[in-house]
T-cell receptor, first 116, second 110 residues
Framework: SAVISQKPSRDICQRGTSLTIQCQVD?????MFWYRQQPGQSLTLIAT?????????ESGFVIDKFPISRPNLTFSTLTVSNMSPEDSSIYLC?????????????FGQGTRLTVV | DAKTTQPPSMDCAEGRAANLPCNHS???????VYWYRQIHSQGPQYIIH???NNETNEMASLIITEDRKSSTLILPHATLRDTAVYYC???????????FGKGTRLSVIA
């Protein structure tokens, strides 16, 4: 299994500012994934973060708004830039572990962001 | 990845079996059926997955129809702590990000 630590667990931010969310994994993983969960909604994939290359963004998400860093195989950051109240969501990072014949995804506890 | 269809909500009495259905009629031959759940204020948690055979682990059982177009997650003795949103996802195994549908909100009632 993989243990994921996310920081901060929650924050209240002023509109127009930026917040960087950190994701630390206790083992080396090839890909890390960032999701957004808006209030009362399901999870939506923002981007896939590969070490040594630029992140791959899903439709509707752009690098200028959600820059991602992946400096090594155990760490990634997601920045929510120039925030507006519509960015209020839970942001989660995820990795996939390969436990032999099983491949399951592990998630952090999430960062609950409120923009005021 | 194939899409799935789940009922938006279900209730289950505590101690009874919870049977959560999922339709995945466009699943392809090399796609697995995965189940995750998300308890309030937590990240999603893996439950079980299968290809075509029924599977059982310490958390649940997964029953996949012979034509693989639908499946049922069974929690044999539901407890209040099983109250969560349950997501049925189909995908190829390995480094493919999960695509979440709306899931089923299961409420276990005392």
């Amino acid at each position: 299994s993989a243990v994921i630590s996310q920081k901060p667990s929650r924050d209240i931010c002023q509109r127009g500012t930026s917040l960087t969310i950190q994701c630390q994994v206790d083992s080396q993983v090839t890909m890390m994934f960032w999701y957004r969960q808006q209030p009362g909604q399901s999870l939506t994939l923002i981007a896939t973060a590969n070490q040594g290359s630029e992140a791959t963004y899903e439709s509707g998400f752009v690098i200028d708004k959600f820059p991602i860093s992946r400096p090594n195989l155990t760490f990634s950051t997601l920045t929510v830039s120039n925030m507006s109240p519509e960015d209020s969501s839970i942001y989660l990072c995820s990795v996939e572990g390969d436990t032999g014949i099983n491949t399951e995804a592990f998630f952090g506890q999430g960062t609950r962001l409120t923009v005021v | 990845d194939a899409k799935t269809t789940q009922p938006p909500s279900m209730d289950c009495a505590e101690g009874r079996a919870a049977n959560l259905p999922c339709n995945h009629s466009t699943i392809s031959g090399n796609e697995y059926v995965y189940w995750y759940r998300q308890i309030h204020s937590q990240g999603p948690q893996y439950i079980i997955h299968g290809l075509k055979n029924n599977e059982t682990n310490e958390m649940a059982s997964l029953i996949i129809t012979e034509d693989r177009k639908s499946s049922t997650l069974i929690l044999p003795h539901a407890t209040l702590r099983d109250t969560a949103v349950y997501y049925c996802i189909v995908l190829n195994s390995g480094n493919t990000p999960l695509v979440f549908g709306k899931g089923t909100r299961l409420s276990v009632i005392a």
